[in-house]
C-alpha cells in the first residue's frame, strides 16, 4: 500500500489518471447521449426564433413554453448555423458535461481518491449520465454549480467574490428558476462572511441584474413572470397531498432503481452532521431546501431528472469532507459505489444501442426516460441520412409539414410532434403546457396523477378558435376570460390596453370567469339518487350501474349530514368516493379493492366527521387504475343508501 501511495503522488501519474478520468466520462457520455421528447419544445421554440417568428412557441401567439431561458439561448446561435436539431443539442450537451467532470477534478477534487469517489458516483449514476444529455438543461445546471463551489470552497468572502458568486447563481436560476433553492443558504452565508454587509447586498442585488432583466422582458414580452408551464403544474388543481404522496413515491423508485443517487443523498446529508464544520450549514441547506422542493411539488414523472443536481451538490460534500481522500480509504469506497450501481440493471456503461429493447417501465407515473426513447433517438443509433429522431410521433410531425398548409391539432404528447410539424401548425397541448388557455384552467381530476401530463378538458369551441382570429366557445366566461388571454399574447406588444389587462390577469381580477368545477369534472356521468333504485331494479342481478372513465356523480336532492354510506361496488377495484357541498369540494374516501367470491360485496363506509359536519349533496366516484398502468378501467355500482345519523 505504502508503494502504491508513492506512486500515485506523482504528478505525472496523477495527470495520467485524470486523462483516463475524463476520457472513461467522454465514452460514457457519447454511448448514453440521447435526446427526450421534452427537450423539443423548446427546440420549437428555438427554431421559431431563428426563422424570424419570435421567442414563442405557436407563431400567433406569444407563449413561454420553457423554463430555461439561459439553456435555450446557448443553442440558439448553434443551430442558426446548423439548421439540425439531433447532433447540435448533444454536441452541446456533451460539451457542457465534460466542462463539468474536468472543473470537478481540476477545481474541486484535491487528489486520486477524491477524484476515484467522484468517477464512481457520477459515473455510474443512473439520474446523472441520463440526464446528462437528454436536451434538457441539466448540463447547465451542473456546470454553474461546479464553477460557484470551486469559488466558494476558497473562503475568501471579498466583495469580487461575493459578486461572481451572485452572479454565477443568477446565471443558474435563468437556466432553472428552481434551482435559486440551492444557491440561497451559500449567497447568505457568503454575505454574513464579508465585512460590509450593507454593501454586500447591493453586490448580491448588482449579480442579479441579468435574471431582472429577464423578469422585466418576460412580463412586457409575454406577460407573464414565469413560464406557462409553471402556471400548468402549479395550477392543475392537484390536492397538495397527492403531491406530497406522489413526491414521495419519486424517491422511493429513485431508491429502487438508482440506489447510488439514493445512497449518495444520504451521506450528503449525513456528514454535515458529524463533521459539524461551520462552512458545511450552507451545504445541508442547499441540499435540504431542494430534496423539500421536489417532495413538495410531486417530483418528476422522469425518473431522476430532478435529483441530478442535489446528487452533485452531495457528491462534493462526500469527497471533500467525508475523510476518504486517502487511497486506502478510496478504492474501497469506489469499489462500493461501483458494485452498489452494477448490481441494479441498466448500468449507464453498460447500456447499448438495443437498450429500448424489453419495453417501457413505468411505476406511478414515473419513467426509465432514456429507456422508452433510447431506440429511435440516441446517439449509438444514429447513422448518416437517417432522421432523427426516429421515433413515430416525429414522423408524424414530418407528415404535418410535408402537407404545407395551415392545420390546427389537438396533442397530449406534443415535443417530437410540434417541432417536426413546423410553424404552419398551430398544436393545442391538452396537458396545457404550451397553451395559455388550457394552463390556467384545472386538469380532469384523475385518481392517478402523473406529474407534467395533467390532462385538461378542451372546452367546446376551443378547436376552432385557437388556430384562427375569431371566437367560438360555447362557455360565455370563460370566451371572456379568453379574449383576456389574447389581448397579452397576440395584440401588439406596445399596447397600453395591453399592459392593463397583464396587470389584472396577474393579480387574479380575471379568475372568477372560470368555472374550475366544471373543467375539473368535464363528462363525469350523472345520476339522481331519487332515481336511483327505480333503474337498479331494472337491470340483471349481475349487473350495475357503469362508473365510466370520467367517473359518476350521484347528486341528492338537499344537503346531508350522514355518517355511514352503504355501497355495493363491483369487486377487486379500488375506488375514490370524492364529497361536495354545491361545488366546493370537501374531502375524499379512498377504497381499496376487496377479494371476495360476491360480484358486488356489501361495504358499510364511515364518513369522516368533516365531511358530515359540513354536510354534501353530491359525491363522486372514479375507479383507480392498476399499479402500473394509467389508463382508467371502467366499474359498476349496484346500490347505494345512506345511514341515519
Known sequence: MKYLNDMLKNKRNYVLILIGIWTFFAILFLRTAWLCDDAYISFRTIDNFVNGYGLCWNVNERVQAYTHPLWLFLHIPFYFLTKEMFLTPIFISFTVSMLTIIFVTLFVAQNTAQVLIMASILGFSRAFIDFS??????????????????????????????????????????????????????????????????????????GFIPLFIW????????????????????????????LLLQGLRYYVWTYRQDSITSIVLFLGFMIPFFR?????????????????????????????????????LATIIIIRYSRLDRIKYGIPASAIFVISS???????ILTGADFSKGGFISVNGITTERKYYYGWSSLLNWKPGKPMPS???????????????????VYGCIEFRSFFSGPLVHI?????????????????YHPKIAIGHFKRYIPEGYVDSAGNDHYNLQDENLEQYYRYIRIITRDPIWSWERFKVILKMNLGYYSYLIDND?????????????????????????????????????????????????????????????????????????????????????QTIKIPKNISKKGFDK???????????????????????????
Open 518 to 602: 366544471r373543467y375539473q369534472f368535464a363528462d363525469t356521468k350523472l345520476k339522481l339518487y331519487d332515481e336511483w333504485q327505480e333503474e337498479i331494479e331494472k337491470l340483471p342481478a349481475n349487473r350495475g350501474i357503469l362508473i365510466p372513465e370520467r367517473g359518476l356523480e350521484i347528486r341528492f336532492s338537499e344537503v346531508q349530514h350522514n355518517q355511514w354510506i352503504d355501497m355495493q361496488l363491483k369487486r377487486w377495484e379500488k375506488y375514490h368516493i370524492l364529497f361536495f357541498n354545491g361545488k366546493e369540494y370537501i374531502s375524499r374516501i379512498v377504497l381499496e379493492p376487496l377479494y371476495t367470491d360476491a360480484l358486488f360485496p356489501n
Open 342 to 348: 452494477i448490481l441494479q440493471p441498466y448500468t449507464p
Open 215 to 242: 423578469e422585466i422582458f418576460s412580463f412586457i414580452y409575454y406577460g407573464f413572470p414565469f413560464p406557462n408551464t409553471a402556471y400548468a403544474k402549479l395550477g392543475a388543481g392537484i390536492a397538495r397531498v397527492d
Open 276 to 312: 459539524r464544520q461551520k462552512e458545511l450549514s450552507p451545504y445541508i441547506l442547499g441540499l435540504l431546501l431542494y430534496c423539500i422542493y421536489i417532495l413538495w411539488i410531486g417530483g418528476d414523472f422522469m425518473g431522476g431528472r430532478f435529483f441530478t443536481l442535489p446528487l452533485l
Open 391 to 409: 421515433f413515430s410521433w416525429a414522423n408524424e410531425g414530418r407528415k404535418n409539414r410535408q402537407k404545407n398548409q395551415k392545420m390546427t391539432k
Open 428 to 444: 393545442i397541448d391538452y396537458h396545457g403546457l404550451s397553451d395559455p388557455l388550457l394552463a390556467r384552467i384545472p386538469a380532469l
Open 133 to 206: 444529455s437528454s436536451g434538457l438543461e441539466n448540463p447547465m445546471s451542473h456546470l454553474l454549480l461546479v464553477l460557484f463551489l470551486a469559488l466558494f470552497l476558497r473562503q475568501k468572502f471579498t466583495l469580487q467574490n461575493l459578486f461572481v458568486l451572485s452572479l454565477i447563481s443568477c446565471l443558474a436560476t435563468l437556466n432553472r428558476q428552481d434551482c435559486i433553492l440551492v444557491y440561497i443558504p451559500f449567497l447568505m452565508y457568503s454575505w454574513w462572511n464579508t465585512d460590509n454587509k450593507k454593501l454586500g447586498l447591493f453586490i448580491i442585488s448588482t
Open 619 to 645: 359525491i363522486r366516484i372514479f375507479v383507480h387504475p392498476g399499479e402500473k398502468y394509467h389508463k382508467i378501467l371502467e366499474s359498476e355500482i349496484r346500490t347505494i343508501s345512506l345511514s341515519p345519523t
